[in-house]
């Protein structure tokens, strides 16, 4: 059973940046697909990056070039460095993993059966 523990949300001001965390436990980390998700009061939680077991990512058109997703196999932890942050980009901040080998990483929130309890981004 795969467990996940996000941190690293917080407060900051529209074009700063942020870096997330999510720890994993359970299984053996380099062998999950990996991504990024974010809900925002009112709105569906929507998927921001994925990465496979390959390291090959995938972003929203609305973070490209601003986010960046990455792993660290040996210390089963997943980043999500944020930068040039915007209002827009307020919302609660999941972790999600799938044990599913998955050629290409998916953004698409039916393919992780295990979910972190989330961090808070606000961008003022």
């Known amino acids: 059973h795969v467990q996940l523990v996000e941190s690293g949300g917080g407060s900051v001001q529209a074009g700063g940046s942020l870096k997330l965390s999510c720890a994993a436990s359970?299984?053996?980390?380099?062998?999950?697909?990996m991504g990024w998700f974010r809900q925002a009061p009112g709105k569906e939680r929507e998927g921001v990056a994925a990465?496979?077991?390959?390291?090959?990512?995938i972003y929203a058109d609305s973070v490209k070039g601003r986010f960046t997703i990455s792993r660290d196999n040996a210390e089963n932890t997943l980043y999500l460095q944020m930068s040039s942050l915007k209002p827009e980009d307020t919302a609660m901040y999941y972790c999600?993993?799938?044990?599913?080998?998955?050629?290409?990483?998916?953004?698409?929130?039916?393919?992780?059966?295990?979910w972190g309890q989330g961090t808070q981004v606000t961008v003022s």
């Open positions: 999600a993993a799938t044990s599913v080998i998955l050629a290409t990483p998916s953004v698409y929130r039916g393919n992780y059966p295990y």
């Open positions: 359970g299984y053996t980390f380099s062998g999950l697909c």
């Open positions: 990465i496979n077991a390959g390291g090959s990512t």
